[in-house]
């Protein structure tokens, strides 16, 4: 699936199955709130924190799948091309980037 059908297919599901889009400011709450959840699991995962007994059911595909989700439904609601935005993107990072990553020591040997 291409981000442009991936937009498609949520504006249609929103409209057939979900009545209709949550108001932007809602929307960008609930797209901290499934952050947040991605979070959870990368600390418990990766980092040094433990898992508790509700974190055992924990899927980090599903949970990253719903950040696409909302982040999707935001770039509906504001007329925003997400194919368009990360070429774009992809093309400032490029550019700023170029040299940058390639002279940090930090980065080396690693």
């Given at each position: 699936?291409?981000?442009?059908e ?38 418990r ?5 433990s898992?508790?007994k ?57």
């Amino acid at each position: 699936m291409t981000i442009e059908e991936a937009q498609k297919t949520v504006d249609q599901w929103i409209r057939i199955t979900g009545i209709r889009y949550f108001n932007e400011l809602t929307n960008t709450a609930i797209l901290m709130e499934e952050v947040g959840e991605v979070a959870r699991i990368m600390a418990r995962k990766y980092g040094e924190q433990s898992f508790k007994k509700s974190d055992e059911e924990v899927n980090l595909a599903d949970e990253m799948a719903d950040v696409m989700f909302v982040l999707i439904c935001l770039a509906n609601q504001t007329g925003i091309n997400l194919t368009e935005a990360l070429e774009k993107n992809l093309q400032k990072k490029t550019l700023r980037d170029s040299e940058r990553h390639k002279n940090n020591e930090k980065l080396k040997g690693g």
